[in-house]
């Protein structure tokens, strides 16, 4: 039996972006590989949930969880890991803030299932079944996940010890998370292992974004020829940089294209959002009704937009919906 520190990967209610970025390492995983025994990670190896159950509480060092609680299944894993994992990590956009699958969280359980196996154009199922927990069929029994009408980050089904932001975290920002695991020197319990800074301190369009800035209207990535080296705030395009962490590489400003805030707000911001629509409310150079409903016509989707990643993990969580049993 080795002796190397044990490490878990499980995947919940994500895209699955978050195990292609720990390939992603590269040469950098064959460290990872070298310095730990990987005792979990059922979407790349034959591990079941057995394996784990048999594990002694606290024999893994650290269980990276991906995505968000969906399902009562992915709760139940996200227990089993916290009990047997001395450090849980929320590993990317979904686990740390609910990520885009919690923007389901704009419907309730009932009208998703009616658009998924009822409305759409190419379902059909002209009986109406549903998905049920449990059904029976010629004397057995088969069983599938409940699904809650609430989805929930990793943090509000249990207690998380560190973040890893990003949709998809970057190498840099894993490789530095692992190391920094392994080493002993653990920062406090709650930290996001990424820069504590807003991206906008480390965008390299820095020296172009205004120091008042004033917009008539807000604009949309294919509504203009977006320049290459000015800010993007200054172009009237709508960049969550302000309001977002740093840590990414700039990857969308380098690829010239605005930040959608997937790394989540710094320490001394408690709504991303919010914080973002405060930023806009001042940029905005319009005072009347009509110029303010023209301006606002650049954000056809204000939740979509300001809430992307993080609307589970936000002050507003979700819409209200009757009936809300999750």
Known sequence: MSDKPKVAFYWCSSCGGCEEAVVDLAEQILDVVAAVDIVFWPVALDFKKADVEAMEDGSILAAFVNGAIRTTE???MAHLLRRKAKV???FGSCAHLGGIPALANLWDREAIFATVYRTTPSTVNPDGVMPQVATSHNGDWVTLPGFYNTVRSLDQVTSVDYYIPGCAPTPNIIAGAVQTLLSGDLPPAGTVLAPD?????ECPRLDTKPQDLSLERFRRPHEILIDEDTCLLAQGLL???????AGCGQLCIRGNMPCTGCFGPTSKVHDQGGKYLSAIASMLSATEDVAIESALDGIPDPIGTFYRYGLAGSLLRRRTMTPVDA
Request: proline fraction near 6%; charge should be negative; include cysteine.
């Open 239 to 245: 960049c969550m940089g302000p309001a977002t962490r």
């Open 88 to 90: 849980l990590v929320a």
């Open 197 to 201: 800074i807003a991206l906008c301190e």
């Open 74 to 76: 992915q709760e139940e």
